[in-house]
């Protein structure tokens, strides 16, 4: 009886266990895995410690949960995107809340409510689902998607877009990392792939990246002349519209340097 009491309480855990939790485990143990042949490959001949598999395993495992956390917040927005029905909705309240940073420095935080009309005529109110440190005026107007059932409307602005552009920039970086361990831990040539990431970090990453600074630089001296964020210090301002006007001739000399060098290459 203790046996199957046994077993019979192991089933009703392993049953309990969510997809979450399993896809965990999953990555708990394909970073082992990997953590493994990385350290044999690396000192062959030797036998990997565990203070040695532990400590690569948890890079290999941060590696992994980051890209799948990243991979999955932008496939449901490309999806959301592409797939909600979308409203001109109107902003009639906004709420706000204290953010610390890192140096525990304190930033005020703004969420907007939005009502709007669905298709069938039904009206409804409620929070959209991003916050953003400037003020959103009462009666302005957005777009937002939502179907029912969804607890916060999906809104489908600059900063989202913003968010969205710099989570890819990581997913890049961070997925090409975790490509790679996999790829140097099955034994690999790894110089075929190195070209690749050079390809990659030249072409996409970092033209992603000034784009992302220019267009939040850009975005917040916007908002400023705007009004929407008057407790911008005007050094601030001054700071981020040099920096765009810097970002912008770099950015275009960057480009003549790649058509440059595409050119040397053909």
Same mark, same amino acid.
């Given at each position: 009886?203790?046996?199957?009491?046994?077993?019979?309480?192991?089933?009703?855990?392993?049953?309990?266990?969510?997809?979450?939790?399993?896809?965990?485990?999953?990555?708990?143990?394909?970073?082992?895995?990997?953590?493994?042949?990385?350290?044999?490959?690396?000192?062959?001949?030797?036998?990997?410690?565990?203070?040695? *598999? %532990? +400590?690569? &395993?948890?890079?290999?495992?941060?590696?992994?949960?980051?890209?799948? $956390?990243?991979?999955?917040?932008?496939? !449901?927005?490309?999806?959301?995107?592409?797939?909600?029905?979308?409203?001109?909705?109107?902003?009639?309240?906004?709420?706000?809340?204290?953010?610390?940073?890192?140096?525990?420095?304190?930033?005020?935080?703004?969420?907007?409510?939005?009502?709007?009309?669905?298709?069938?005529?039904?009206?409804?109110?409620?929070?959209?689902?991003?916050?953003?440190?400037?003020?959103?005026?009462?009666?302005?107007?957005?777009?937002?998607?939502?179907?029912?059932?969804?607890?916060?409307?999906?809104?489908?602005?600059?900063?989202?877009?913003?968010?969205?552009?710099?989570?890819?920039?990581?997913?890049?970086? *961070? %997925? +090409?990392? &975790?490509?790679?361990?996999?790829?140097?831990?099955?034994?690999?040539? $790894?110089?075929?792939?190195?070209?690749? !990431?050079?390809?990659?970090?030249?072409?996409?990453?970092?033209?992603?990246?000034?784009?992302?600074?220019?267009?939040?630089?850009?975005?917040?001296?916007?908002?400023?002349?705007?009004?929407?964020?008057?407790?911008?210090?005007?050094?601030?301002?001054?700071?981020?519209?040099?920096?765009?006007?810097?970002?912008?001739?770099?950015?275009?000399?960057?480009?003549?340097?790649?058509?440059?060098?595409?050119?040397?290459?053909?």
């Amino acid at each position: 009886m203790g046996v199957y009491g046994n077993l019979e309480s192991m089933l009703i855990i392993l049953l309990r266990i969510t997809g979450y939790g399993w896809t965990a485990i999953a990555f708990v143990v394909l970073s082992v895995l990997v953590a493994v042949k990385i350290l044999k490959r690396s000192n062959p001949g030797r036998k990997p410690g565990c203070i040695g *598999i %532990g +400590y690569v &395993s948890l890079i290999v495992f941060c590696l992994l949960s980051f890209s799948s $956390m990243l991979a999955g917040a932008l496939g !449901g927005f490309v999806v959301n995107a592409f797939t909600l029905p979308r409203y001109k909705a109107k902003v009639v309240s906004v709420s706000s809340y204290v953010s610390k940073d890192s140096k525990n420095r304190n930033t005020i935080m703004y969420r907007s409510t939005v009502a709007f009309t669905t298709e069938d005529g039904t009206p409804v109110e409620m929070e959209t689902d991003i916050s953003s440190s400037g003020r959103p005026e009462i009666g302005e107007t957005v777009t937002v998607g939502y179907k029912p059932g969804m607890s916060a409307a999906g809104e489908f602005s600059g900063t989202k877009y913003l968010l969205m552009s710099g989570a890819a920039v990581m997913l890049l970086v *961070i %997925g +090409y990392f &975790s490509i790679a361990g996999i790829i140097y831990a099955m034994g690999w040539q $790894m110089a075929t792939y190195f070209n690749f !990431g050079m390809i990659i970090l030249l072409y996409f990453i970092l033209p992603l990246a000034m784009l992302f600074m220019l267009g939040g630089m850009g975005y917040a001296v916007v908002q400023y002349f705007m009004g929407l964020r008057p407790d911008m210090p005007v050094w601030a301002v001054v700071v981020c519209t040099f920096f765009c006007l810097v970002l912008s001739a770099g950015m275009m000399g960057y480009v003549r340097l790649l058509a440059a060098r595409r050119g040397r290459t053909r």
